[in-house]
């Protein structure tokens, strides 16, 4: 993986996806579209310059898939978000195991915190096919 270029994005509207426990987080084919996993993150380690990759990921919140159309009348238990907000954010073009996507998840944490920004105790992690690529992309609040 090369160098992580952070970005501070504002995201101006959700982006909503349908639930579905099935999915395993750093699996990711072309055909099964795009993709939205939510983290917890150890407090003491979203904290730490120098986190501890084994223990900075903590449990998967939810998982889910895009919903195809706003128009489809899905169970809104079932309906999970990336809510609108202000995000630390990279990607990478490449679908990304655990160890890389936990590597690029420090470079932008080690990022905001030089920015004294205060990121949040959640990330989310995104798979989506663009441009004929693989993409995996960061979402860290802040």
Known sequence: MGSVQTIRLELRSPLFYQADSG???????????ELLFC???DPVQSRSIEPDPVTLLG??????????????QQSKSRRLELPAGIYLFAQERNTLDRNEFIEMAIEVQKDGLWERLRPADRLYLRYLFEDGRTVTQVFRPY
């Open 23 to 33: 999915l395993v987080p750093f699996q990711y084919e072309i055909d099964t579209g």
């Open 39 to 41: 983290f917890d993150l």
């Open 59 to 72: 449990p998967l919140v939810f998982a889910g898939r895009l919903e195809r159309s706003p128009v489809q």
